[in-house]
């Protein structure tokens, strides 16, 4: 079983930070890519940020610039760094991890919520 524990969400004002941090753990032989993704209420779930085990980003259009995704592969962990937040950024932020147990497969954090608001 593969468990993604998330924290760093909350309440922030626009134009704060937030730092996000997920930790993989269970029997993982191998983890692909890292990333995070978000929900805001009646929107579709969106991609924020992907990394890759060697290090390649993937950010969306919304949150370059201002997001900088990392990893830690001794510790199994991904990190979302969100600067100069927006009451846009308002969601439920989701961990993604694609890893390799006897086979490769998504696995999903439960979510953690970033509410940018005065």
């Known amino acids: 079983q593969v468990q993604l524990v998330e924290s760093g969400g909350g309440l922030v004002q626009p134009g704060g930070s937030l730092r996000l941090s997920c930790a993989a753990s269970g029997s993982i032989f191998r983890i692909n890519v890292m990333g995070w993704y978000r929900q805001a209420p009646g929107k579709q779930r969106e991609m924020v940020a992907t990394i890759t085990s060697g290090g390649t980003t993937n950010y969306a259009d919304s949150v370059k610039g201002r997001f900088t995704i990392s990893r830690d592969n001794a510790k199994n962990t991904v990190y979302l760094q969100m600067n100069s937040l927006k009451p846009e950024d308002t969601a439920l932020y989701y961990c993604?991890?694609?890893?390799?147990?006897?086979?490769?497969?998504?696995?999903w954090g439960e979510g953690t919520l970033v509410t940018v608001s005065s």
């Open positions: 993604y991890v694609n890893a390799y147990r006897s086979t490769w497969r998504d696995y």
